[in-house]
């Protein structure tokens, strides 16, 4: 069986982030970046199927050309080939136009499932792999803990709020967002890393008709309105006093 | 699971400024020398080239002129060349210039330099070549053949991974792969690991002076950008340190207001209460420095270890099978706080002696030792022989240190007694009973108190965030404490624990066991590779060993 | 007009819709609410309470379970119907896996977990948090309508939600829908004790630091917890003291989360614990130590012993 992965190259969580000067970014120069890490255990999944089911392991990414650091990685782990949808602008894009670009890469493979992370950790989105979904006309299911394929036929369990949980049958092609720590990620081993230099890695041009339909107007970081309010008093008039301000007041309660 | 195995021709143990000059100096001898191509491999812990590089830096670029002569049209990240040089002597509240910089101050066509973004830039013509460069894989073990002091290297192992934290083996186990090698050249720097355990192992540092360290502690700041001029380089001496004690600070300053700011203090100080973390939050607030970074931002922060001992302090290079290169080496020039560039030409000299012995077909320890003689016939030891026994000099205190140190530049480094007496620093310190006559200090309270107010001053967890360290989690602690009851214990009672203090990562705390006494608690997790606890701890019974692959610091721009 | 996409599951409505509505109502462009489902009467008259212009029905057979596609075929249709200019919805889990679809399929823009929407007219200015929650950034849609968002859950109040005056219409709308198109094919949801605890869901946390002195002492924090409907949680040397599990742990070796309320006791507010909970709505933090970093971001600070003040409060909040 042929799955697709998506992944995204983003800056690591130690980074440091800071505004850029448009105010609509931060500033990546010179940043540190790794793999996306749901997208992680979705290339750990699709990695578990091929080792299950046979088949081939593609890894996408639609990104800036640094993106390659994070498919040679995928390359490392286990994927067989890859397709890098190369372009600037879709760094800070929308989920429209990634899943666009995205679905240039994937359309003419024949896959028989894609699947993606959860959301990003920068955009944190949520959406790339279903609208993803959509543009390939294919069915999708999202929060998936478990798949399980038999014959042409996907089983999948879906994650809903409160600890409940819902298995769901789809026909194959699908596409699949996976929730994050559903699995073990195993490590890239050296063979793997070398291995990865002699794999295919085919480059195409973001299509034109990758528009964004939403647009960031100001980043910043979110600053406290009020300051801090110290409550004074003994132990029972200070915890009056709270309660009252968070029910009134902060409404948080 | 079955162990993994490469064989190569050469490996190389540490992408530094060594390890890539070495890796890059083979490509180019295969080029010229054509001939069946080596396999050449490069091993680096860090999850990503550079990310545990951190020094000043000032760079001679006499290596990097022979090394890649167009290293301007490849792009070399060297910030800017150094413009001023100053040498200032502080008192708490006072600065005095020297009127002449000493010349070996005097950087005139040197660079300001980000070590970090040096070293990727030379991962990144050393993968140009098509060599792997296998980050996130410590180096755990050396393989031997045969045994004793006649032994041959032949590789490395790697360390596990998939180890949980109470050494249980996880679901994603992988064992440390043998890398088997004609030639090992390990270039994994101060107080390496590897390097430590092969000079143990085959008695390389016998006849040797025990080696010497000092810590230097950095951060980078954003201060407004025309407060002081990109490419001017400053060192200060005196406060906050005392006349005995060895170190200095340094400003240098980069493009776009960014400052490099740290303080190197020796580790062979006496006062068992020494901190180098307050040391430095004390030298910031000097009336000078502070009005330096008045305003700025600290971006990152980092520390690490220097050798300092110098040419005495070397030990034998060579083995059969191996060859050690840089700061594992000691190769830096303590009187210029140079060694960039001494670790990028012996890593240069001993790719070529190991590509000769291969092509060869002769890697014993008879055919390596050209290493040592290249070393000695060449700019090296010219620039290391005249300043050998400066470092210990100034175990005589400051003013023997200066002294001795003007007069060498005259007399070649002559002196009396050749090689100058020397002991590990780690011995020169003094129990509370030795130190503090009057009295004994509270372990738990800091000698010499430094207002932390997150501006200016940092308290070393606020630090240490800003190190961007990052390990796995569920692993065994890489510190390996041999007995944790002297710390409870013996080293409580005498030294007052130090290791709170000498870490610059709060690693080691002294917490309460519940019992009334206390017990070691270590944050293995924040550990920035410094490798300090390995030098300093008085009992020696730290060992510092790699975490899991990957983990450490991130030292972007440092 | 807003379309609010009501949710509800086996007839009861699930009260994100009402913080919605609430979000809807800010905007003081009228609002309409559709409820979807098999036998959602009551649900909808319900729902005629609030300050909307109409509710809407639309039932179908094929509707009685939750498909993507089937809301989606449901939805498209009674947009195309209804002509919206904008389509909220809550942000959940369900939300989460039909709405991008609804969106892309009328080639529309979505702006999910949105925080906060600013103006009246277009353009709409809606505020949602990047880099989890570290940074906030503004965001517009481009092209024509309807335009839908989401709403975090907590991000409005459901008590701030307006009541109308009287019920408002309840109308049933007729779509068709192809049940043969619903590709998915869910079976019986079901309940199983969670492997690892999702703190970033919670709405409420109150966290302990090392001032909790020991284990013994939890005890009291989960009273607290109790009492205000929160999840606990800790700083990371509680989970290195194995007090807590590493799932409860909170920064930047742990958690990070955004919860409506924060409560921190005995936590000093190391850089390392804050940037995992800096995003918090509400802050509030009590520590005996007035120098304490935490009180730096807190939005209420309590100087005091915890083991008194917190009682004191657990007693309040069950008066």
């Known amino acids: 069986m042929k799955v697709a992965v998506c992944v995204k190259q983003v800056v690591t969580r130690e980074w440091q982030l800071r505004v850029n000067d448009a105010k609509t970014w931060i500033r990546d120069q010179d940043a540190s970046f790794e793999l996306n890490e749901p997208d992680a255990y979705a290339l750990e999944e699709a990695l578990r199927l091929k080792e299950k089911h046979g088949g081939e392991v593609i890894v996408c990414s639609a990104g800036p050309a640094r993106a390659a650091q ?4 995928a390359l490392a782990r286990g994927a067989d080939r890859a397709v890098h949808v190369e372009s600037d602008a879709l760094v800070s894009a929308d989920a429209n136009a990634v899943a666009d670009a995205l679905a240039a890469a994937i359309r003419d493979e024949q896959v028989d499932l894609v699947l993606t992370g959860l959301q990003s950790d920068d955009q944190g989105f949520g959406q790339v792999g279903v609208v993803l979904a959509e543009k390939l006309g294919m069915p999708h299911a999202t929060i998936i803990m478990d798949v399980q394929i038999d014959a042409q036929s996907l089983r999948v369990k879906r994650e809903l709020e409160g600890g409940w949980f819902q298995w769901l049958a789809l026909p194959l092609p699908a596409v699949l967002t996976i929730q994050s720590g559903i699995n073990q990620l195993r490590y890239a081993t050296l063979k793997g890393i070398m291995g990865a230099k002699k794999k295919e890695i085919k480059k195409i041009a973001a299509p034109a008709s990758a528009t964004g339909l939403q647009k960031i107007t100001s980043v910043y970081v979110p600053t406290k309105g009020k300051r801090t309010e110290m409550i ?19 409404r948080a309660l | 699971m079955d162990r993994e195995s490469l064989e190569v021709d050469v490996l190389i143990v540490g992408g530094g400024p060594a390890g890539m000059a070495a890796a890059l100096r083979l490509a180019q001898l295969q080029k010229e020398k054509g001939g069946e191509p080596l396999a050449i491999a490069v091993l680096e812990k860090a999850r990503e080239a550079g990310a545990h590089m951190l020094s000043g830096a000032v760079l001679d670029p006499s290596a990097l002129r022979d090394l890649v002569p167009d290293f301007k049209e490849k792009g070399a990240p060297l910030a800017t060349e150094v413009h001023r040089d100053a040498v200032y002597f502080l008192t708490r509240g006072r600065k005095f210039k020297f009127p002449i910089t000493p010349p070996p101050f005097a950087n005139h066509g040197n660079y300001v330099i980000s070590l970090n973004r040096f070293v990727k830039w030379l991962g990144g013509l050393v993968e140009a070549e098509g060599i792997d460069i296998f980050t996130g894989f410590s180096a755990t073990d050396i393989l031997f053949e045969q045994q004793g002091k006649d032994a041959a290297v032949i590789g490395i192992r790697t360390g596990d991974r998939g180890i949980g934290r109470h050494g249980e083996k996880k679901s994603t186990f992988e064992p440390g792969v043998d890398i088997r090698a004609k030639v090992t050249i390990l270039c994994d720097g101060v107080r390496g690991n590897v390097t430590k355990s092969l000079v143990r192992q085959l008695g390389l540092d016998d006849g040797r002076l025990p080696q010497t360290y000092a810590i230097g502690i950095k951060e980078l700041w954003e201060v407004p950008k025309d407060r002081v001029a990109p490419g001017s380089v400053t060192h200060t001496l005196g406060y906050p340190l005392k006349m005995e004690e060895f170190g200095g600070g ?28 307050v040391v430095f939050q004390h030298f910031k607030r000097h009336p000078f420095v502070a009005s330096l970074l008045e305003g700025g931002q600290m971006v990152r922060y980092g520390a690490k270890a220097l050798p300092e001992g110098g040419w005495h302090t070397i030990p034998r290079l060579y083995s059969t099978g191996v060859l050690i290169a840089g700061d594992a080496g ?13 670790a990028m030409r012996t890593g240069m000299l001993a790719a070529e002696t190991a590509f000769d012995a291969i092509r060869a077909g002769d890697v014993s320890a008879a055919a390596l030792k050209a290493y040592e003689d290249r070393i000695n016939a060449g700019p090296v030891r010219r620039e290391l022989y005249p300043v050998r026994n400066v470092h210990q000099s100034f175990g005589h205190g400051m003013l023997a240190g200066v002294g001795y140190s003007g007069l060498s530049l005259v007399t070649g480094g002559w002196w009396l007694r050749d090689p100058m007496p020397a002991h590990g620093g780690w011995e020169r310190m003094e129990t509370f009973a030795e130190y503090y006559s009057e009295g004994r200090p509270d372990p738990d309270a800091p000698a010499n108190p430094v207002k932390i107010d997150r501006q200016l001053t940092f308290d070393r967890l606020t630090n240490v965030h800003y190190s961007g360290t990052r390990h796995a989690e569920d692993q065994p602690s890489h510190l390996v404490v041999h ?12 030294y007052g624990n130090p290791c709170t203090r000498f870490c610059p990562a709060n690693v080691y705390e002294m917490v309460d066991a519940g019992d009334g006494t206390r017990k070691l608690q270590i944050n293995a997790s924040n550990c920035v590779h410094c490798k300090t606890c390995d030098i300093m701890d008085p009992y020696q019974i730290i060992d510092w060993m790699p975490p899991e692959g990957g983990g450490g610091p991130q030292y972007e721009g440092m | 007009m807003i379309l609010v996409i009501a949710e509800q599951r086996e007839g009861r409505l699930n009260r994100a819709t009402l913080e919605t509505i609430a979000a809807a109502q800010s905007t003081g462009i009228p609002v309409k609410t559709v409820v979807l489902g098999s036998d959602v009467a009551g649900v909808a008259s319900g729902l005629a309470s609030a300050d909307v212009a109409e509710v809407v029905v639309v039932e179908d057979a094929a509707l009685a379970e939750y498909t993507a596609d089937g809301y989606v075929q449901a939805l498209e249709a009674l947009i195309g119907a209804e002509q919206p200019d904008l389509v909220f919805l809550p942000h959940t889990y369900q939300t989460r896996d039909f709405a991008p679809a609804l969106a892309a399929r009328l080639k529309r823009p979505l702006i999910t977990d949105c925080v906060a929407v600013r103006g009246s007219a277009q353009p709409i200015t809606y505020v949602r948090p990047i880099f989890q929650g570290k940074l906030q950034a503004e965001v517009v849609a481009e092209g024509p309508g309807p335009h839908f968002a989401t709403f975090q859950i907590g991000a409005f109040r459901a008590d701030a939600m307006k009541a109308g005056s009287a019920a408002a219409p309840v109308r049933s709308a007729k779509v068709s829908i192809d049940a043969s198109k619903i590709r998915q094919k869910p079976e019986a949801p079901f309940k199983e004790a969670k492997q690892a605890v999702d703190l970033s869901q919670a709405e409420r946390i109150v966290a302990v630091g090392r001032g909790i002195k020991g284990q013994e002492h939890l005890q009291l924090a989960q009273q607290l917890a109790q009492a205000m409907g929160a ?15 590493m799932d409860r742990q909170i920064g930047s070796s742990g958690q990070t989360v955004a919860p409506r309320l924060y409560v921190a006791l005995g936590i000093s507010g190391a850089i390392q614990h804050l940037v995992g909970m800096k995003g918090s709505r509400t802050i509030v933090a009590i520590n005996k130590d007035s120098e304490a970093p935490i009180f730096e971001i807190a939005d209420y600070g309590i100087v005091g012993d915890l083991f008194e003040v917190v009682p004191a409060i657990i007693a309040e909040l069950n008066r």
């Open chain 2, 483 to 494: 007995d944790t009851d002297i710390c409870r214990t013996r080293c409580r009672e005498e």
């Open chain 3, 231 to 245: 999840e606990l949680a800790a700083s990371r040397p509680i989970c290195d003291a194995g007090w807590l599990p």
């Open chain 2, 250 to 277: 340094f400003i240098y300053a980069m493009p776009e207001g960014l400052l490099s700011i740290g303080f190197v203090s020796g580790l062979d100080y006496r006062d068992p209460m020494f901190d180098p973390h």
């Open chain 1, 70 to 73: 994070v498919i040679r990685e």
């Open chain 2, 330 to 342: 000691a190769f830096v020039n303590s009187i210029r706080l140079k060694g960039i560039h001494l």
């Open chain 1, 232 to 250: 004074a008093g003994g132990p029972a008039d200070a915890a009056k006093e709270l309660v009252k301000r968070l029910r009134e007041e902060a």
